[in-house]
């Protein structure tokens, strides 16, 4: 069995992952959490689970523009934890919001479309949290990746569901837009960056400039020499 190295990224990854939740709660116990808690936790656990899904995003494009390989290995723990939080935002939403009652939800849906694109969203990520782990991985072969691009539909998904969550319009631009539109703006790029012709650009640059370092590294050792 392959043993699995501890290393700073890995430790901050994990140590990022459960301190917002003890954040959370060491509000609750000091009651702290403003004159709303159950939206005040609502909006905390959704902004983390959008924050998670961006850095698991990150993770490909940050290996082939730099060369750095680890943020590939932490990509699913950072997915896990952006589901733990989507989950905790569903259940407050679901549970404590509503107090499981559906008929009352069900009736918001068409007045209320980000309840819908969130659930949407959520649904989503069930399948690709269940078969993030390596078992599926290997059971799943050519499909485990077909499936896991659906991620790619979720994060426009969830930035949608903030954008209209915020009271947001987004044809007149009116509403606190700031902070979706950044998100967006990051997705955006993230998947951009995914493409394969600029992926094999970034790949190009880098694999010149590296080759251009390496030849003046041996320049400077011949004249020391």
Known sequence: MKKRRITPLRILVHVAGWVPLALILFD?????????PIQAIEQRTGLYALNFLVLSLACTPISFIFGWHEPTQRRKALGLYGFMYASLHMITFVGIDYGFN???MQKDLSSKWYIFIGLTAFLLLIPLAITSFDYWMKKMGKNWKRLHALVYIVAPLVVFHFILAV???????????????IYGGIVVLLLILRIRPIK?????????????????KALEQAFDK
Not at 167 to 181: D, E, T, V
Not at 200 to 216: C, D, E, F, T, Y
């Open 167 to 181: 009271k947001g319009n987004l044809a007149r631009l009116q509403g606190n837009l700031s902070q979706p539109l």
């Open 200 to 216: 094999r650009g970034l790949i190009a640059v880098r694999m010149k400039i590296q080759n251009s370092l390496r030849a003046r």
């Open 102 to 104: 559906f008929y009352n």
């Open 28 to 36: 609750f116990y000091r009651d702290n959490l403003t004159a709303n």
